[in-house]
């Protein structure tokens, strides 16, 4: 045996696999000593290893895990029935002499034993993860070769022997990766993968992973420089005293992306809970708080819970405790809902009130609560809040009050607490998109003050891919808040100085008073305020006033928006007309001064300005389309007109309208007619039924069980085929889903993260092009490979974009499904490289664009990809999401290229769908094509055919198939029955030209849905 190479750091035969301890630094730990102690269909069942939904669907059987586990053991893999689609009893048995004969024992073995060893459990996982090692090009295969002398030292054949012999051996693939180093360091986060070598390829772009102690030790520098790190802490309660790892090595590797607290006052679970920017990006929690967390405010621990109640009342022991939860004490909309909510229900309940921040209104919310506490609510910090308070009382049912305050609604549900969510938001400006709808996916119901506000909820669950998902939603007109009460009022303008300050002299005819009121912000419809005065000072003349209230109106110094404001009132002359006063303790003065209200918001969903102003009997106008006030709109009345969205000329004719009606008996009639409608008090008894019903049902789901879309990185995932965001074993997030991170944290523009971000592994690997054209790794060398891309009907450019992303370094050709489409993804075909548009007009059918690209752009090569790429049906979307990572999964194509490439492989690879030929006239069709191709029928036997228009193609083998192609296959292919018939005869003729004797491959679809995301990163830029 020739010397050992240096790139190869152990032996096979003489040095033992790593051991499975129980310690940070194990393999198979806890786990493992589970798997030993449990009865064998327990311990099939607990690993994760049996696959109970592949083998029920296999054998026919139904029942639970266990029950189906304990069919196998006695029955099924004595019948040669395999336990998941990942394990050959045959296979594991052969390779490993040690392991029991019997299949259902050998693949006990494997589940106890040879997973923590690092076994390959079958041919298929080796040839999955050799694609996976051949894609990144680091294998050493000349060293490797050499060492194990094997007589076929072609690519494919030594990554299979790696994953067989070398992977459990500790053999090192190439120099300055250590085996024995990320086995004990990473310890049982390796558990889910193959070996240590496909865990780090998995994970090697996440500033977490590393492959060497080198490595480790230089981010490891950066934890103890950051002083945040009690190694003597971190030593005892998080290694369990062990002395062999080093504590700053272990948390900037393993430590902070699972949760370990640095010290006792940095938790680093809650930080990252805290920062979802910083999340986002996987950043060392200590080194950034070190370095910028601290200056920016950012805790590195939970703040104390504070009680705030001056004078308690005592619980009434026989009735319900309730937990109304508000964001701030401050005087604004939702914290006046809430004071009244717990004014109403102080008589009949037990209120306890959480208070995200404290406020002017503690001292009102104090009178009728029987304790308060002040605490931050958001995600690190919830849990421990709600432990706090359920040690002190039992609650019946929690009002979460407001979007803001949702980060409380997880804690609650996984304490058992009901939640009932007062959603006063619109989902569409609640940003990052997701938001509003995870908040009403968490809790148990959902009150939302008028249709206009549900109906942005549901629209925000279908971009999210949920329309049929059952919501909770309940649609209550809110009551009107008495915001002047409690004191509140005290230090507010009177009538007279208002009037003062807008030049109206008291002796004089009093003009027109329109009022607008909110914090200066565009969703407020500023502007459309201020050119509303502006049309009806030109058709009406300028005998009026308009009065804005509200603060954040800060010229020059706010350049973004006020600037634009008091441009536009000089600009239009309107500086003895328009009026901005800053914010007020109380509007009292306002309404005796006004004469309407004009609502100019974009977005409002149910204002307790308007309602306080029917209340004193002030008439409304508001643009249709932006708000639940619209539908206050009583037939017969002018008391809330709705007009034309953006047209302040028509709200300037409503405002005219009303002018001459305006009076002081006006108001009377009118707030005599709105005040019942407008009670509080059948609101709140309306929340409370509401609350109580709650309570007695059964729990709600758990976080756990929704998708995972509904997390902050939802707006990016709802532009994303399903496949790239395709779940994971392991703690970790998948390369789309990081990138989708990466750029919420750009959009965010977070302060501190941008060079960090910027200089990370995940976006230097998205923006790089290392590769040149036709070197593509997944291509075995010496290849030319192609893709073709045929674009339907309902074809997404941001789908499109994904796929050429990850193969920009291979010739594309991509054809369309009608001119329309071409022309809505031209102008995102241009920045990709390697792109080609064949011209031909009569290509808007994917076979023949496929033989007219086979012909032309792709004549001589090697393999040719094809994909036919839509928005499918919800019905079939997880197939779709299959054929695409089939079709464009990098890594582990490469496997099925270099099947495609043997001498002896076959023809055509497709992902399994066990479905035949597709629909019933395709038969037809494909007898149809081989006469005007002048072929035999096809012969007409069992073999399972392809019936997805997603393959990779080995032109080679099937030479007459292009010369007569651009003739008479036209007629043949248009003659069909449907374009389902259409494309699955074409392939049933495709696949009956391959010789017998190599067969086409038929590749496990939902595989490469699994293995998807770890290989390439899909991100559009």
Known sequence: MPDRPASLSRAIATEPPPAAGDGPGSIGGRLQARLLALPPAGALVASGRFDAAFYAAVTGLSGTAETLAAHYLETGAAAGTAPSRDFSAADYCGWYADVPRRPADAFLHFVRHGQFEFRCPSRALAWSDGAMIMATGLFDFSGY??????????????????????????????????????????????????????????????????????????????????????????????????????????????GYITGAPAARDFDSRAYYANNPDIA????????????????????????????????ERESESDGPTILIVSHEASRSGAPFVALELVSAFADRANVVVWLGQDGPLRAAFARAAVDIVVAPIDHGSAGAV?????????????????????????????????????????????????????????????????????????????RLGMPSLDLPLVVRPQGRCDTGRQGQAAGGLTAAEIRARLGIDDDAAKPFVVFGAGRVQPRKGVELFIETAHQYVEAYGRDCRFVWVGGGYEPPDDAEYSLHLADQIAKFGLGDVVSVFGEQASLAGFWAVADAFLLSSRFDPYPNVVLDALWDGLPVVCFERTTGAADLVRPGSDDVQVVTFKDPAAAARALASLHP??????????????????????????????????????????????????????????????????????????????????????????????????????VRRADARIVAPGEDLAVPPGMRAGLHVHLTESADPIVLLSILRAHAAIPIAVTFASRSVEERCLNHLATVRHVSIPDDPQAFEPPRALLR????????????????????????RGRAGADLAFATDRAAIGGILAALAAPDGPMLAFPHWPVGDGTAGCDRVAGRLAASLGRPERPRDDRPRPATWNFWLAPSRCPDLLEPALGAAAAGLVRSENDADRQAGFLAFLASLADPLRPMLAVDAFVHLRRAAPCYLPFAG
């Open 145 to 254: 070769a050499k060492w194990r002398q094997l007589e076929d030292r072609s690519a494919v054949a030594l990554l299979i022997d790696y994953s067989v012999h070398g992977a459990p051996g500790g053999v090192a693939p190439w120099a300055g990766f250590e085996p024995a180093f990320v086995a004990r360091l990473y310890g049982p986060l390796l558990i889910g993968h193959s070996n240590p070598l496909v865990f780090y390829l998995a994970n090697r772009h996440r500033p977490w992973c590393h492959p060497n102690a080198a490595a480790a030790e230089e981010v490891a520098r950066a934890v103890r420089a950051s002083g945040i790190l009690d190694e003597a802490f971190y030593r005892r309660t998080v290694l369990g005293g062990r002395t062999d790892i080093d504590p700053a090595l272990h948390y900037a590797s393993v």
């Open 853 to 876: 690209v086979l012909a032309a752009a792709f004549a001589g090569f090697d393999l040719v990809g094809s994909i036919a790429v839509g928005a499918p049906p919800p019905a079939v």
């Open 386 to 462: 709600v432990d706090h308070l359920k040690a002190r009382h039992a609650f019946d049912f929690a009002l979460v009050n407001s979007v803001v305050a949702a980060p409380a609604l997880p804690a609650l549900a996984a304490r058992g607490v009901p939640a009932v969510l007062m959603l006063h938001e619109c989902a569409d400006y609640v940003f990052p998109a997701g938001t509003a709808a995870a908040a009403v996916a968490r809790a148990a119901a959902t009150v939302v003050p008028a249709e206009f506000v549900a109906a942005s909820v549901r629209a925000e669950f279908e």
């Open 280 to 311: 986002a990006a996987e950043i060392d929690p200590a080194v950034h708080f070190a370095a910028h967390g601290r200056a920016e405010g950012r805790r590195g621990s939970a703040q104390p819970i504070a009680h705030a109640l001056d004078d």
């Open 661 to 762: 009606v305006v009076g002081a008996r006006d108001r009377a009639r009118r707030a005599e007619t709105w005040r019942p409608r407008l009670a509080m008090a059948d609101y709140a008894q309306a929340i409370f039924t509401l609350g109580m019903e709650v309570s007695r049902a059964s729990p709600p789901p758990t976080v756990e069980a929704l998708p995972r879309s509904l997390d902050e990185r939802a707006w990016f995932a709802a532009a994303q085929p399903a496949w790239a965001l395709a779940d994971r074993r392991g703690p970790f997030r998948s390369d789309a889903e990081l990138a989708a991170d990466h750029a919420l944290a750009i959009r965010r523009a977070m302060p501190s993260i941008g060079r960090s971000v910027a200089a990370s592994p995940v």
